[in-house]
C-alpha cells in the first residue's frame, strides 16, 4: 500500500490535478503527502524567500480546498526543479512522485527533456502523470504488457501500491501479425494467410495469459485485450477508444545517445496521451 507521496507543483493550471490525485491517493490510503514547489535559485536571495513563502501560501489554499489530508506538509525548495524532486522524494521515502503533465507547445511538444521526463528517467521510484482534472478514484485501469520483466515489475507494482483495488483492469498488449504480413507479400492464397493469421493470434493469446499469470497477483480480476499493431501507436489507439482512466507502464531508463536514438514507449505515451499514466522503473 502507498505510505508515503510527493506531488511538485509549479503553480500552473497542469499542476493543479497532480496536487488533486495526490490528496485523493493520500486520503484513501491514510498515507504521508508532501507538496512541492521548486523555486529558481538564480536570483537575489530575498526574492528567491519571497517567492518560497508566497508559494507555499497558494499551496496551503489549493490543498486546503480539495480536504487537505491529516499527514500532509507543504514546503518549498530552491534548485533545479527535477534535481529538487528526486532528492526530496529519497529523503521522504516516497513510494510514488505526482506530477502534472509537460507543456505542450504549438510545434514544439517535445516530451525529451521536460522535468516530468528527467523526473522519470532518473527518480527510480514510479512517477504519476495526473492529467484528469477531478480526483476522482480511477474506475478503469489498463496495465501495458510486453511480457517483459519490465512490464511484470510495473504490474506488480501498481497492485503492490494499492492502485488497482475496486478497478476494472484490463491489460493490453499490442504485436505485429508478422506472419500474415509476410505471407500476404508473397501471394499466398488468403485463405491460408487467414489460417495462419489465427493461428499465430491464438499462439499469441496463450503467451499473454501465461505472462499474465506468472506476475503473482493472487486474487485480482482482471481482463485482456491484445491489439495488432507496433508499440506506442498501437497502445494510443486502444486507450482512445476504451478511454481509461489510468494506464500504467513500465520504463527501461534509457538514457543519452541510446535514448535519443532508440526512443521508447513509455516515453511516447507520456508525450501523447491525455489520461493519468504511471511509469515504473525497473528497480528502486
Keep these: 500500500m502507498l505510505r508515503a507521496l510527493l506531488a511538485a507543483?509549479?503553480?500552473?493550471?497542469?499542476?493543479?490535478?497532480?496536487?488533486?490525485?495526490?490528496?485523493?491517493?493520500?486520503?484513501?490510503?491514510?498515507?504521508r503527502l508532501g507538496v512541492l514547489h521548486v523555486v529558481e535559485?538564480?536570483?537575489?536571495?530575498?526574492?528567491?524567500?519571497?517567492?518560497?513563502?508566497?508559494?507555499?501560501?497558494?499551496?496551503?489554499?489549493?490543498?486546503?480546498?480539495?480536504?487537505?489530508?491529516?499527514?500532509?506538509?507543504?514546503?518549498?525548495?530552491?534548485?533545479?526543479a527535477f534535481q529538487i524532486i528526486s532528492e526530496v522524494a529519497r529523503e521522504r521515502a516516497a513510494d510514488v512522485i505526482v506530477l502534472g503533465a509537460h507543456r505542450r507547445q504549438f510545434l514544439r511538444d517535445v516530451f525529451v527533456g521536460t522535468t516530468i521526463e528527467r523526473v522519470t528517467r532518473t527518480a527510480g521510484r514510479p512517477v504519476l502523470m495526473a492529467n484528469a482534472m477531478t480526483?476522482?478514484?480511477?474506475?478503469?485501469?489498463?496495465?501495458?504488457?510486453?511480457?517483459?520483466?519490465?512490464?511484470?515489475?510495473?504490474?506488480?507494482?501498481?497492485?503492490?501500491?494499492?492502485?488497482?483495488?475496486?478497478?476494472?483492469?484490463?491489460?493490453?498488449?499490442a504485436y505485429a501479425p508478422i506472419t500474415r504480413q509476410m505471407m500476404t507479400f508473397a501471394g499466398v492464397a488468403e485463405d491460408r494467410v487467414r489460417e495462419e493469421a489465427e493461428r499465430e493470434f491464438q499462439a499469441i493469446r496463450r503467451e499473454v495469459a501465461e505472462?499474465?499469470?506468472?506476475?503473482?497477483?493472487?486474487?485480482?480480476?482482471?481482463?485482456?485485450?491484445?491489439?495488432?499493431?507496433?508499440?506506442?501507436?498501437?497502445?494510443?489507439?486502444?486507450?482512445?477508444?476504451?478511454?481509461?482512466?489510468?494506464?500504467v507502464i513500465g520504463t527501461r531508463g534509457l538514457s543519452g545517445v541510446k535514448r535519443l536514438f532508440l526512443g521508447s514507449v513509455a516515453q511516447e505515451l507520456m508525450g501523447s496521451l491525455d489520461i493519468d499514466i504511471l511509469a515504473v522503473p525497473p528497480t528502486e
Design 135 to 173: 480526483g476522482e478514484r480511477w474506475k478503469k485501469v489498463f496495465i501495458a504488457i510486453d511480457m517483459s520483466e519490465t512490464s511484470a515489475v510495473a504490474a506488480r507494482k501498481a497492485q503492490a501500491l494499492g492502485l488497482l483495488d475496486g478497478a476494472e483492469v484490463s491489460f493490453v498488449h
Design 9 to 31: 507543483s509549479d503553480l500552473s493550471s497542469r499542476s493543479k490535478p497532480a496536487v488533486w490525485r495526490a490528496v485523493q491517493l493520500a486520503q484513501a490510503q491514510e498515507a
Design 211 to 247: 505472462f499474465i499469470r506468472g506476475l503473482g497477483l493472487g486474487d485480482l480480476s482482471y481482463g485482456a485485450r491484445i491489439v495488432e499493431g507496433l508499440g506506442a501507436l498501437a497502445i494510443v489507439g486502444v486507450v482512445e477508444q476504451a478511454k481509461p482512466d489510468l494506464l
Design 41 to 80: 535559485d538564480d536570483q537575489p536571495e530575498a526574492r528567491m524567500h519571497e517567492e518560497m513563502r508566497s508559494a507555499e501560501a497558494l499551496l496551503e489554499a489549493q490543498v486546503g480546498s480539495f480536504g487537505k489530508p491529516d499527514k500532509c506538509e507543504v514546503f518549498s525548495r530552491a534548485g533545479d
